[in-house]
């Protein structure tokens, strides 16, 4: 299986036959430590931090089918190099375009993707419920805005239904992580306190973990139902990222912050805006790796597949219901 | 009118919904194994016959193998499990040929890893039947025809559109 890497320290990445060589920089910018990494084994790379490289190395990426993403300091996705689209299928892009200009089909699979949210992390709360948090107040409010979901006839409607059902479901976060983290409201431009820094952190982890997939199948990644297309250039991964955020992320947030695996001062001030340090990103990078690789028993499939995996077959839903075969059902946890 | 390739009269045998999946360019075989080693098959069985065959383009399919002079075509396969599919396959390419002009001729199908040979030539029935098989293969490409149902056989876990056939919610 290829896998994702992901280029936190500075450095070179070139050629070297048919394999990447990897120059990590010292704190003086010299050369360091050299690593080697059979392009096979390579599924994308993610880079973190400052990487120096030149359009030979691209080429080379680019023919192995290898996508880079680019972020910036502040874990912001920046913009991607992809490789040439290799799989697009022609009556799929004419359906996908279609369902995004027909307003009834659009807001039939937007609602879709809020459904689907909804439920995974109402199934979140639940399982607090159950273990003595009280968190009943925000599971009934949830339940109501649920409820409104089939009236909800345009998108901005519906975009802000999924509004109020993540206010309500981050306001039951206090609850659920050590006192030491006081959640208040959630803030994305900048992340103001921790827990919104992680959170920023994850669901970028997320929605990058998305994009791969759909790359890997031959949707449209820049064709989007919920998400206005053009809100980030692959919009389409924000869409799916609604429905794995709770699983992906939400439930990251609970254990790192419980297990003290991430702690108060693993994070700084920096101009307003709270960010995670660099060796606490790691740890989040290597939980949410790990999180992707664990597998369930799939119900039909009656094979285990792995929480990556699901994101793929999500994918194939989807194509499904674009090609008019089958319905789209959003994934919802059923474990 | 859409072209017919050997790979549409083999899955029109094998089942409908994949026919009609790939003739879509819904493709899944990018990520098989078994393609690839079907492939690397082909390059290493037989190093040494590049010289008496030749590969022939002809009606949209591919001859990967065929002798103009004993007017042979030499298929080759890894495993006789879905052989029906190749047979048809191989009749396909033998009504190509007498379509375009050449008298009798005739296939193998083998077999290299389980060391059988079997020898395939086109009869009176066939030459009936694939201009049917050519029509019915139209239908599917339609955009009108809607996508047949999954065939629900022990054939399908091993096929390449499994997951995509039998995901469910
Ligand atoms: S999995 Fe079965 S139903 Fe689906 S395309 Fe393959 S053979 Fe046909």
């Known amino acids: 299986m290829r896998k994702t890497y992901y280029l936190f320290n500075p450095g070179r990445l070139s050629r070297k036959d048919n394999t990447l060589q990897y120059t990590a920089y010292d704190e003086q910018g010299l050369p360091g430590q050299v690593k080697y990494l059979p392009i096979m084994d390579v599924a994308d790379l993610y880079v973190f931090g400052s990487l120096d490289a030149n359009s030979s190395l691209y080429n080379f990426l680019g023919k192995n089918g290898v996508s880079v993403h680019f972020f910036d300091y502040y874990e912001h996705y920046t913009g991607s190099f992809m490789a040439k689209e290799y799989l697009l299928a022609g009556k799929l892009q004419v359906q996908q375009t279609q369902h995004y200009t027909s307003k009834t089909k659009r807001i039939a699979l937007a609602r879709k993707f809020v459904e689907g949210s909804a439920f995974n992390l109402l199934k979140n709360l639940r399982y607090y419920q159950s273990r003595g948090r009280d968190v009943a107040a925000h599971i009934d409010q949830i339940e109501g805005y649920v409820a409104a979901l089939p009236f909800a006839n345009a998108v901005p409607e519906l975009m802000g239904l999924e509004g109020n059902i993540r206010q309500t479901y981050y306001s039951g976060f206090d609850r659920l992580v050590p006192t030491d983290y006081a959640f208040g409201t959630r803030t994305t431009q900048p992340p103001q306190n921790e827990l919104n820094a992680l959170m920023s952190f994850g669901n970028m982890l997320c929605y990058s973990a998305c994009l791969s997939q759909i790359y890997h199948t031959q949707l449209n990644p820049t064709i989007s139902f919920l998400h206005e297309p053009g809100t980030r250039r692959f919009s389409l991964a924000l869409d799916l990222a609604e429905i794995f955020k709770p699983l992906l992320v939400d439930r990251l947030i609970f254990r790192v912050l419980n297990k003290r695996e991430i702690r108060p001062n693993d994070f700084v001030q920096d101009l307003g805006r709270c960010v995670l340090k660099e060796p606490a990103k790691k740890t989040v990078v290597r939980v949410f790796e790990e999180r992707l690789k664990e597998t369930i028993q799939h119900r039909s499939l009656k094979r285990s597949v792995s929480y990556q995996h699901l994101i793929k077959l999500e994918c194939y839903k989807l194509t499904k219901h674009l090609m008019q075969m089958e319905e789209y059902k959003p994934f919802k946890a059923w474990w | ?169």
């Not at chain 2, 050449?102 to 290299?112: D, I, K």
């Not at chain 2, 395939?120 to 039947?129: E, G, K, N, S």
């Not at chain 2, 056989?153 to 039998?166: A, G, L, T």
Request: charged content about 25%; hydrophobic content about 35%.
């Open chain 2, 1 to 169: 009118m859409r072209t017919i390739t050997a790979t549409h009269v083999k899955y029109y045998h094998v089942c409908h919904r994949k026919l009609w999946l790939f003739d879509r360019d819904l493709w899944m075989e990018h990520t098989s194994e078994a393609v690839a080693g079907g492939e690397l098959l082909h390059q290493t069985a037989y190093p040494q016959r590049a010289e008496r065959y030749k590969e022939v383009s002809i009606g949209g399919s591919k001859i990967d193998f065929y002798d103009p002079h004993r007017r042979v075509i030499h298929e080759i396969k890894t495993s006789q499990k879905l052989e029906e599919s190749h047979i048809a396959q191989l009749k396909y390419y033998l009504w190509l040929l007498e379509e375009a002009g050449v008298e009798g001729p005739t296939a193998l199908l083998e077999y290299p890893k389980l060391r059988q040979t079997l020898a395939v030539a086109l009869t009176p029935a066939d030459r009936a039947d694939i201009p049917q098989w050519l029509t019915r293969i139209q239908q599917l490409q339609s955009d009108n025809t809607p996508c047949p149902p999954t065939i629900n056989k022990p054939f399908c876990r091993q096929c390449s559109y499994y997951e995509f056939c039998y995901v469910g919610e």
